[in-house]
């Protein structure tokens, strides 16, 4: 089965999701694409024009009053909480939203990995949480398995440093090289067996 990386995140992250027990999912308004398009924004033009293009997005009706207001508050918190990690941080980004197959054992992970930065080894990717959803270091090192894979398919396993898995709402940044990734690909071939059972 062909799995698209957001439900593998969800599934990685909650151990009782199942594909065939979710039902549908309900739809309501996020400002995920909002701040994916700020984040782009934020490392070909710097911060101030970020904002900007943050304040625009989320300009309409629905982003000025009750819960709308309170998630575009929200949303402007968690940009200014990636800027501030991504400038200590300090690798530039060369690409965005780096999307590909990769395949554990009967299945299929769509992997879309967030940022793909220069790293002084090499390259890396960045995956960005914006949920309320924890996210423990074991989590994040399965989801870094796939990305890492995704990673050496589209450069090359000896060009990939490291993947990073940063949940924005905790403040939490977890890094993992990639052999430590790597290593952990049984762990997140099991984890979608689970959730496509």
């Known amino acids: 089965m062909r799995v698209t990386f957001g439900t593998f995140r969800v599934g990685v992250r909650e151990p009782g999701f199942r594909i065939s027990t979710a039902g549908p999912v309900p739809t309501f308004p996020t400002a995920v694409a909002s701040l994916r398009k700020a984040v782009r924004v934020f490392h070909r033009d710097g911060p101030s024009e970020a904002r900007r293009a943050l304040t625009q997005s989320l300009a309409g009706p629905y982003w000025q009053a009750g819960s709308g207001l309170g998630k575009a508050n929200m949303a402007h918190d968690l940009l200014a909480r990636y800027v501030s990690f991504a ?12 999307e590909t197959d990769v395949v554990l054992g009967p299945d299929v992970i769509a992997v879309k990995i967030d940022v ?3 790293d002084p080894s090499g390259q890396a990717g960045r995956l960005l949480l914006w949920d309320t959803r924890p996210c423990t270091r074991e989590q994040a090192l399965v989801l870094a398995a796939p990305t890492s894979q995704a990673l050496a398919q589209e450069l090359g396993a000896d060009r990939v440093a490291n993947v990073g898995v940063w949940h924005l709402r905790d403040a939490q940044r977890y890094e993992f090289d990639y052999a430590e990734a790597s290593d952990a690909l049984p762990s997140a071939q099991s984890a979608l067996r689970r959730i496509v059972t």
Do not use: P, Q
């Open 87 to 98: 400038e200590a941080d300090g690798r530039s980004a060369f690409d965005f939203d780096v």
């Open 116 to 118: 793909a930065l220069m």
